[in-house]
């Protein structure tokens, strides 16, 4: 439509400075420089083509000059798509400053993993059926407890749900509270830890990326809510079965039954979410890197997997593959490598400091740590250093590396620039449409929100735009001539070295890395 083909343009100087939404969906404008560089491609041969890409501003020198009222004369133009990629002029060249001693230990992320849901019982039983033959272990088509058939599916949910295998040998009729969960009588407590230690030890042990939520032994006169950290005898609270940890009734997200009895077993948020997840995706790594180290890994790691220099693979490549590992069906067990939320008081921003910036020095005003400072930003008014609000954080990252979707807490604005390295590709929904995303995320991940209401605010889960975008268009559309405004609305942009990405308030946004780059996020 007509909304489409609408230009803003605003002579500045008598230099023209243009918003065309019309050919920014075909491709990205970036500055000449990079305009032929590797990687620079049309929309249309991304892996969804049907998605539009987000808008890209060129601001003018006279322009770049204040960063609070350049965002807000693009603000009306640019939220409505949940985010925008601003292009400095030329002229703007910061000096990279973090130093070459900078060493951190990054996460190890499970790629396949990231579509973060429940396993359905026919996708566990299909898993743990493939690993055990792979093992040696092959199980029979009925296991039995006393003539009983026994849901192995249900076993392994019982039994994480009360901590795991060492817990229920540690605690006095473990096993038991697991046998009258399945329907069985707790005489055969003996018999369902058998069946447990043959078909279902090993790969539990396997799926196993994190420990289970910390148990506390005994009961104190006065104990904090493991909610709202408020101190009350021990009488008053609910006491979860898995970890022994106490509650309020009215801070848990999941209540007892109004019918059932106050001493019936009773689990926290924390348990039932270890417990229903199949795997964590995210886990610590234990190697410790230089950014020139990780560098060298990283387009080590690209040109391996892509059978090519790191420097000749396209965008489009990279975006392909990430969702085939994504959504794979066989099991992928690819890894990588991302070193998130650095705090850049211990590690750098990669801004020259002030001190080191002369007084009249072009476009500091847009230096993360000054921007902090200016006036026009509200939070110059903690006095403490905050990480990831007051003080930026820092992200290195190698292809694939992933922030799963969210958005930003307190639904604030987001300033996002990238120092150095291959470009990242964003997905995004606006605020708009906040509210039919998490409706989405619930009907493709039921019993993940039934178990965990709040699973977006972890940033482990991934769900494919184009999933987003056929829903949403669903959704929008249940007439047979629907208003061309009610369209669902995902979009996507790349961000290249030199460039920012600024999120609006409440849009969700989600990711990932084409190869190494290093990138500074400030709230």
């Given at each position: 439509g007509d909304v489409y083909k609408r230009q803003y343009q605003r002579r500045v100087r008598g230099r023209l400075s243009t918003f065309d939404i019309a050919s920014h969906h075909r491709h990205l404008l970036f500055p000449r420089d990079m305009a032929n560089t590797p990687g620079t491609e049309y929309q249309e041969e991304r892996a969804f083509p049907q998605i539009e890409s987000v808008p890209t501003f060129h601001p003018t020198d006279a322009e770049f000059r204040d960063p609070f009222k350049y965002i807000t004369s693009i603000y009306e133009q640019s939220s409505r798509f949940g985010i925008c990629v601003i292009v400095p002029?030329?002229?703007?060249?910061?000096?990279?400053?973090?130093?070459?001693?900078?060493?951190?230990?990054?996460?190890?992320?499970?790629?396949?993993?990231?579509?973060?849901?429940?396993?359905?019982?026919?996708?566990?039983?299909?898993?743990?059926?493939?690993?055990?033959?792979?093992?040696?272990?092959?199980?029979?088509?009925?296991?039995?407890?006393?003539?009983?058939?026994?849901?192995?599916?249900?076993?392994?949910?019982?039994?994480?749900?009360?901590?795991?295998?060492?817990?229920?040998?540690?605690?006095?009729?473990?096993?038991?509270?697991?046998?009258?969960?399945?329907?069985?009588?707790?005489?055969?407590?003996?018999?369902?830890?058998?069946?447990?230690?043959?078909?279902?030890?090993?790969?539990?042990?396997?799926?196993?990326?994190?420990?289970?939520?910390?148990?506390?032994?005994?009961?104190?006169?006065?104990?904090?809510?493991?909610?709202?950290?408020?101190?009350?005898?021990?009488?008053?609270?609910?006491?979860?079965?898995?970890?022994?940890?106490?509650?309020?009734?009215?801070?848990?997200?999941?209540?007892?039954?109004?019918?059932?009895?106050?001493?019936?077993?009773?689990?926290?948020?924390?348990?039932?979410?270890?417990?229903?997840?199949?795997?964590?995706?995210?886990?610590e790594s234990r190697c410790l890197y230089s950014c020139k180290t990780f560098e060298e890994v990283a387009r080590n790691r690209k040109a391996n997997y892509f059978r090519k220099p790191a420097s000749e693979v396209r965008i489009c490549e990279v975006e392909r593959a990430y969702w085939r590992e994504l959504e794979s069906k066989t099991g992928s067990e690819l890894e990588v490598e991302y070193g998130n939320d650095l705090d850049t008081a211990q590690h750098g921003s990669g801004f020259p400091s002030k001190q080191d910036c002369s007084k009249h020095e072009y476009g500091q005003a847009w230096y993360f740590d000054q921007l902090i400072r200016r006036p026009e930003n509200l939070l110059r008014g903690f006095s403490d250093l905050i990480s990831g609000i007051t003080n930026p954080w820092l992200y290195v990252a190698q292809f694939f590396s992933t922030f799963c979707w969210h958005n930003e807490d307190c639904h604030s604005l987001s300033i996002n620039y990238m120092h150095a390295g291959d470009s990242k590709i964003w997905y995004t929904v606006p605020a708009s449409n906040a509210d039919k995303f998490g409706a989405v995320m619930r009907r493709n991940f039921p019993e993940l929100f039934e178990a965990y209401p709040n699973a977006l605010f972890q940033l482990c889960t991934m769900i494919s735009p184009d999933v987003l975008h056929k829903q949403g268009v669903e959704a929008s559309r249940p007439r047979p001539s629907p208003d061309p405004h009610s369209v669902w609305e995902v979009y996507t942009g790349i961000q290249k070295p030199g460039t920012f990405v600024v999120t609006f308030p409440k849009a969700y946004h989600a990711g990932f890395s084409t190869g190494y780059n290093l990138s500074l996020i400030h709230i």
């Open positions: 002029p030329d002229r703007w060249q910061p000096k990279f400053s973090v130093p070459e001693t900078m060493t951190f230990s990054p996460a190890t992320q499970s790629i396949a993993r990231l579509c973060s849901r429940i396993v359905q019982p026919e996708e566990f039983l299909t898993a743990l059926t493939i690993h055990n033959l792979n093992h040696g272990l092959p199980i029979p088509k009925k296991v039995t407890v006393g003539e009983i058939p026994i849901d192995l599916d249900l076993l392994h949910k019982q039994s994480r749900l009360r901590g795991g295998k060492a817990r229920l040998q540690a605690r006095h009729n473990g096993w038991a509270s697991v046998a009258r969960a399945l329907g069985l009588r707790a005489e055969d407590a003996c018999g369902v830890e058998e069946v447990y230690e043959t078909y279902l030890d090993h790969y539990s042990r396997r799926l196993q990326l994190v420990d289970p939520p910390t148990h506390v032994d005994g009961r104190s006169s006065k104990t904090k809510c493991l909610e709202c950290s408020a101190e009350h005898h021990p009488g008053s609270m609910l006491w979860c079965t898995g970890c022994e940890r106490p509650c309020h009734p009215f801070c848990t997200l999941h209540p007892p039954s109004e019918d059932g009895e106050r001493d019936s077993e009773w689990f926290c948020s924390a348990c039932i979410q270890w417990s229903t997840k199949s795997h964590f995706p995210i886990k």
